[in-house]
């Protein structure tokens, strides 16, 4: 692959990565502003200002990591990690709409769940591919553990 190609396919990730971070976050910031101020916090729930920079950082390590596997030479393994990625990629999207647009919160809980499998799966997935992509996933698994609980916690206070 030459140069230009390696640049223009981590454009494509990062464009992917961002256009479901802003599609989501959109449906997001009306809710957070709204129903989400409605309900009862747990007490270790950060600031709401918190979560743009934090998820934006994400999606950027998302979109390289997508980026350093796609790079590796083709390979049935190759394959299932991106079609992983993608899946958890459409998890993350789901759990935004259940969670804030569709007010779904034990519903949420357990695609949380699922999401948080599917990003581990790709952790493991990744680490022969690339090592990188591999670790760039991780602040991504530790965040969605934290979500994990927080989102526990939202739906044990407020059922």
Same mark, same amino acid.
């Given at each position: ?30 809710e ?36 350093? #596997? ?10 299932w ?42 952790? #493991?997935?990744?680490r ?32």
């Amino acid at each position: 692959m030459n140069s230009l190609s390696r640049w223009l396919l981590l454009a494509f990730c990062l464009i992917l990565c961002f256009t479901v971070a802003g599609i989501s976050g959109s449906s997001t910031a009306q809710e957070v502003t709204g129903w989400y101020r409605t309900l009862v916090r747990p007490s270790f729930a950060p600031p709401n200002w918190i979560f743009a920079p934090v998820w934006s950082l994400l999606y950027l390590f998302m979109a390289i990591a997508i980026w350093r #596997v796609s790079l590796a030479p083709p390979s049935p393994a190759r394959n299932w990690a991106i079609a992983l990625f993608l899946t958890q990629l459409a998890l993350n999207f789901a759990w935004s709409w259940l969670f804030f647009s569709q007010h779904r919160i034990g519903f949420a809980l357990v695609e949380v769940l699922l999401l948080w499998a599917s990003i581990l799966a790709c952790v #493991v997935l990744f680490r022969p591919l690339s090592p990188l992509a591999s670790w760039l996933m991780t602040p991504y698994l530790a965040w969605v553990s934290f979500a994990s609980l927080l989102n526990w916690g939202f739906w044990h206070l407020n059922r």
